[in-house]
């Protein structure tokens, strides 16, 4: 009984402190993925575009126009969203 217990405690959920046999599931979602999910949660229509998909992402995400506009910018993806005034949302990311 000693070995099984000893076998037991190197069990990957012990480590991680769940001893409810259930597996853990980590799903990584993309910044457009994520940004996505949470105005669902809030109640916006909003769905994830693939990434590099949509011809907003190949134009330049920063202008030279403004003085405090940072120009390393990265494109994180886009969002569609329905039933507001606008269409789409893109994720910048700002160096």
């Known amino acids: 009984m000693e070995h099984e217990h000893s076998r037991h405690s190197h069990d990957s959920h012990e480590e991680h402190g769940h001893g409810d046999g259930e597996p853990i599931v980590?799903?990584?979602l993309a910044p457009n993925e994520a940004l996505a999910q949470d105005l669902s949660d809030?109640?916006?229509i909003a769905e994830p575009v693939a990434h590099?998909?949509?011809p907003v992402e190949k134009g330049p995400a920063y202008s030279h126009m403004f003085g405090m506009n940072?120009?390393?910018t990265t494109n994180k993806g886009v969002i569609r969203?329905?039933?507001r005034?606008?269409?789409?949302?893109?994720?910048?990311?700002k160096f």
């Open 26 to 28: 980590v799903k990584k």
């Open 42 to 44: 809030h109640g916006v």
């Open 52 to 54: 590099g998909t949509h």
């Open 70 to 72: 940072s120009r390393l």
């Open 81 to 83: 969203v329905r039933g």
């Open 85 to 93: 005034s606008f269409d789409l949302v893109q994720v910048l990311q």
